[in-house]
Nanobody, 115 residues
């Protein structure tokens, strides 16, 4: 069993910043790949970023240079630092973890960007 708890969502202005956090707990005895997806109104769910147990990162092109994913291994926590926010970043952001070839998901946290 894996549980993911997200925090940090909310309202930001265009050009502002937010940081999301996701803490994993449960039957995890080694480091796992973790990351973030998002789903905006009227759009399909898309990958934001992920990070492997070894620290290798992957970003969607629209996020590269603005968003940074990192992890704090001692706390089984991943972070998503979001800078230079745009209205199109408005979405529900979902944390995930890959364990034994399966995805586990958080409940999602709303991010809203407005002028």
């Amino acid at each position: 069993q894996v549980q993911l708890v997200e925090s940090g969502g909310g309202l930001a202005q265009v050009g502002g910043s937010l940081m999301l956090s996701c803490a994993a707990s449960g039957s995890i005895f080694s480091l796992k790949t973790m990351g973030w997806y998002r789903q905006a109104p009227g759009k399909q769910r898309e990958l934001v970023a992920d990070i492997t147990s070894g620290g290798s990162t992957t970003y969607a092109d629209s996020m590269k240079g603005r968003f940074t994913i990192s992890r704090e291994n001692a706390k089984n926590t991943v972070y998503l630092q979001m800078n230079s926010l745009k209205p199109e970043d408005t979405a529900v952001y979902y944390c995930y973890l890959i364990h034994d070839g399966k995805n586990y998901w958080g409940q999602g946290t709303q991010v809203t960007v407005s002028s």
